[in-house]
């Protein structure tokens, strides 16, 4: 069964680097999104992607991230400059398509920043 | 401002009998709601949609609906097993279809 890959699975980081998380959607999907999950809180909205250009985006999704689809297959999100208070589980997810679409999620990278 | 709420509490329930969970939101005009499933640690999976003009959908032994008059949603667990612990989490679509938003999740117990 076709599924969401992330990597890494966990990444411990100093504040003020930067990161980079991987996920590879499902390969006949349109649409991507990135969510993010602080311990013991609820599953945020940061980010969609659609033709190649960010159809939607929330406040927590500010100039320190960024969102790129670098070739035919993966789709990334980059923290600049990582805080804290960016220590979460960071879900990518994709979709067939909008609206009535499911979407599939990864199993989450985890980041740590100390 | 737009809201979806869930029981934060945990709802525990002996293993066999049907579990309720609630759904409530404010400023939205939803055509379709969502349900996931989300394990410790894991990521959320999809377990049901239902359209508005849809009052019941079923799947084994799931069971929603959806009331757009009480802006609300029910999901339901019968003969429910210690493997249906977990979190559960509604959401709903933008206007514009391409922002999910779930609600905080009720964590169901069944205990055997």
């Known amino acids: 069964e076709p599924e969401v890959t992330q990597t890494p699975s966990h990444q411990v980081t100093q504040m003020g680097q930067e990161v980079i998380l991987r996920c590879v959607p499902i390969s006949n999907h349109l649409y991507f999104y990135w969510y993010r999950q602080i311990l013991g809180q609820k599953v945020e909205f940061l980010v969609s992607f659609y033709n190649n250009e960010i159809s939607e985006k929330s406040e927590i999704f500010d100039d320190q991230f960024s969102v790129e689809r670098p070739d035919g297959s993966n789709f990334t999100l980059k923290i600049r400059s990582t805080k804290l208070e960016d220590s979460a589980m960071y879900f990518c997810?994709?979709?067939?398509?909008?609206?009535?679409?499911?979407?599939?999620f990864g199993e989450g990278s985890r980041l740590t920043v100390l | 401002s737009q809201k979806i709420e869930q029981n934060s509490e945990a709802l525990n329930i002996q293993e066999g009998k049907t579990a309720t969970l609630t759904c409530n939101y404010t400023n939205y005009s939803p055509a379709y709601l969502q349900w996931y499933r989300q394990d410790p640690g894991r990521g959320p999976v999809f377990l049901l949609l239902?359209?508005?003009?849809?009052k019941e959908k079923r799947k084994e032994r799931l069971k929603v609906t959806f009331d757009t008059t009480l802006k609300q949603s029910l999901f339901h667990i019968t003969a429910s097993q210690p493997a249906d612990s977990a979190t559960y989490l509604c959401?709903?679509?933008?206007?514009?279809?391409?922002?999910?938003?779930f609600g905080g999740g009720t964590r169901l117990m069944v205990k055997p």
């Open positions: 997810a994709s979709s067939e398509r909008t609206n009535t679409g499911e979407l599939f």
């Open positions: 959401a709903l679509h933008n206007n514009a279809g391409n922002m999910l938003t």
């Open positions: 239902i359209r508005e003009n849809e």
